[in-house]
Structures are given as structure tokens and as C-alpha cells.
């Protein structure tokens, strides 16, 4: 069964290279896309995908206020951060989310894939670089 | 015969987003891709596209500085720059340089393909702003943002535009010497020019004129509901 992923970016030129990317893999398939915080919610609740790939800065709704609602309404959808935000304080923040994976943007050629992979496996993803954001991942899960 | 089109941006989602938007127009192609300012020079001089696409903000060369290079290796050249702002002095330097189409980055998905139709039918296209703008200009001296044009610039010479965004971007000046291929001492004294031209005692000074004047552009770390970085 193909792992289902929605895309959410409020670019639409960055959603297109996102779906590009994604939808080259074999086994995954990009169910839909938002524009926005409050769409993403709401698709993800309609949805229910397996893996929400999320931008952090949008209209409307953050990325981040956006994927505490996610794991709140839609627990089995998992959320991956793709963010250009490459500090450890918005690492930290996400982890406390419930993100359970975490790119920065400049490294999605490396990373997307694997993230993504990881996500889908209810794996964590991108911590590493920061205990902090790990140790917040680990309490959030518990949540 | 195809519209070749080589398409340059430092972050692959995007360079792959635009690339996915071009292609499915019939009758084009992409010839080629370029990660930085420097790689779409050479790759536009060695394939020879139709029109290219430059990101301003790209690490080692941004789009402007590529952009005049281009321009002056060949003024046939038909350059669309992306940029995620339409502030005076970017359009400014922009038109300057010579690019012939200006797009914001957060409306290159409704207006890009309609730029690089422009381009190919010998026309320019411009966003309303800076259509605005160069109206403004006409109308009041002639000159491209009038009255509006900011106090003139010590001038620096197009290498030395070159160093300075490689000095801001934390290259030493051995590392700037290896990027534009030149010995140690010639690279220290485009350095000292430049801190003398412009006055200034250290890096910092340095850095933050590379911002001021859009040579480089950093990414912020706070999130707010308006933010339009391309990045974010």
C-alpha cells in the first residue's frame, strides 16, 4: 500500500518541486496539497494521510500551530517539517509540536527522501543536530 | 525548433518547481540548471539558452551580478531575474543590469510562464510595481526611479562587486582568491580597495552593506503570518 502524503507550502512553485520530488518515488503518492496552515488541518483531517510534509512560515495559520492540531485531531497522520528555519530554537519549537522529522530547505536534496522514508516508518528524522529538539521529540511522542 | 531555457536557483525544490512549470509547456525545454550565480554564467555561455532564469539571492555570484556578466559577455542574452522582493533598489539594479523580465517569486507560478512568453516574443515583462516605477522615472527626469533614486554609491568595479558578496558570505580572501581564480595578494587588494572606497574598517561594516545594497540576502529565523521568503 502507497504511504499517502500531503504537501503544504504556501508557494506554489516550492509545492510543485515538492510533489516533483516526492512523486518520483516509487510506493509514495502525493494525495493532495494546501496553501496554508488552516487547509492543511483540514485536509489532514479529511484525509488522513500517512505523512504531512509542512512548511513552517505561512499565512493564516503557522506551520507550527498547524502541526499541534494535525497530531491532535489526526494522530496516525505524521508530521515533516520542511523549513528554511535552521536554528536550533524552531527545532526545539517543532519537536514540541509533535513534528516527528525536521529538513531545512537548503538540504532537501540530501534529506527529503530519507525524511520522508523515516516519517512514514513513525521514525524520527532530523533531530540529531540538536538534543534539545531530540529531547522534545521524545516528550512530545509521549503526549 | 524548442525554446531552450536554463533555469538557476541555490535551492532545488525551487529550481525543480520551476523546471516541472516550464516543461509542461509545449515547445520548450530545459537546457540546463544552475545552483549558483557562477554556475549560470558558464552554463549560459557554454548551451547557450534562450532565455535564462536567475534567482537574485544565490550564494558565490547572486542573479544581479550574474546578470551583468552575462550581459556584457553577450547583449542577446533574454534574462528573467527572481526575486522575493520588488523593493526600488532591486528593480533598479535589475533593469541596470539588463534583465528584460522581473518576477516575484511568490507569483512565478501564475507568471512565469507568462514572462518567458513575453521574452520569446522579443517583449519584456514586468511585474505592475515595477512597471510602476519605470513610468514614475519617464515621467519625471527620464531616468529609471527619478527623484526616488538614492544618494550615488562610491563606484565599484564588477569584481569588486564579486568580492564583496564572497566576503560577506564569510570567505577569507585566500578562499575568494580560489573561487575567481586569482593569487592571494590580488584578492587582499581588491579587498583593501573595496574597505577604502567605502570607507570601512571591518568585515561587519562590510556584511552589512552586502545586505543593505542586496548583494546578499539572509534568511530570517521568525516566523510571522505575512513572511514571503520563497524559503520559508
Known amino acids: 500500500m502507497k504511504v499517502r502524503i ?13 510533489k516533483s520530488l516526492l512523486g518520483s518515488h516509487s510506493g509514495w503518492e502525493v494525495i493532495d496539497e494546501a496553501s496554508d496552515g488552516a487547509e492543511a488541518v483540514d485536509k489532514s483531517g479529511q484525509l488522513i494521510p500517512d505523512v504531512v510534509v509542512l512548511d513552517i512560515s505561512m499565512p493564516k495559520m503557522s506551520g507550527l500551530e498547524a502541526c499541534r492540531l494535525i497530531r491532535k485531531n489526526t494522530p496516525a497522520s505524521e508530521v515533516l517539517i520542511v523549513t528554511q528555519h535552521d536554528s536550533p530554537q524552531m527545532m526545539r519549537e517543532a519537536g514540541a509540536a509533535g513534528a516527528r522529522g525536521y529538513v531545512v530547505k537548503s538540504n532537501i536534496g540530501r534529506d527529503l527522501i530519507r525524511a520522508v522514508q523515516a516519517t512514514s516508518e513513525h521514525q524520527p528524522f532530523g533531530w540529531d543536530q540538536d538534543r534539545t529538539a531530540r529531547s522534545d521529540q521524545k516528550s512530545s511522542d509521549l503526549i | 525548433m524548442k525554446l531552450r531555457i536554463l533555469v538557476a536557483d541555490d535551492h532545488e525544490v525551487v529550481r525543480r518547481g520551476l523546471c516541472t512549470l516550464l516543461q509542461g509547456h509545449e515547445g520548450w525545454e530545459i537546457c540546463g540548471e544552475a545552483v549558483d550565480g557562477r554556475d549560470a554564467v558558464e552554463k549560459a555561455k557554454a548551451l547557450k539558452p534562450d532565455v535564462v532564469i536567475l534567482d537574485v539571492g544565490m550564494p558565490n555570484l547572486n542573479g544581479l551580478a550574474a546578470t551583468r556578466q552575462l550581459m ?10 527572481l526575486t522575493i ?5 532591486v528593480i533598479r539594479e535589475a533593469l541596470d543590469a539588463g534583465a528584460r523580465g522581473f518576477v516575484l517569486k511568490s507569483d512565478a507560478a501564475r507568471d512565469l510562464v507568462s514572462a518567458v512568453e513575453a521574452l520569446q516574443r522579443n517583449r519584456m515583462f514586468f511585474t505592475p510595481r515595477v512597471n510602476e516605477m519605470v513610468l514614475a522615472g519617464f515621467l519625471d527626469k527620464g531616468h529609471i526611479g527619478g527623484k526616488n533614486e538614492p544618494p550615488s554609491l562610491p563606484k565599484l568595479t564588477a569584481r569588486e562587486h564579486e ?19 586569482l593569487s592571494t595578494k590580488t584578492a587582499e587588494t581588491h579587498r583593501s580597495n573595496i574597505m577604502r572606497k567605502l570607507g570601512f574598517h571591518s568585515i561587519r561594516d562590510l556584511v552589512v552593506y552586502a545586505i543593505q545594497n542586496n548583494i546578499i540576502q539572509v534568511q530570517t529565523s521568525q516566523v510571522t503570518p505575512t513572511e514571503t521568503s520563497m524559503h520559508s
Do not use: M
Open chain 1, 6 to 18: 500531503l504537501v503544504v507550502d504556501d508557494h506554489p512553485v516550492v509545492r510543485r518541486g515538492l
Open chain 2, 72 to 81: 556584457q559577455h553577450d547583449a542577446g542574452y533574454k534574462i528573467i531575474v
Open chain 2, 163 to 181: 568580492v564583496i558578496q564572497l566576503l560577506a558570505e564569510g570567505k577569507s580572501s585566500k578562499e575568494v582568491a580560489c573561487v575567481l581564480n
Open chain 2, 85 to 89: 522582493t520588488d523593493a526600488d533598489q
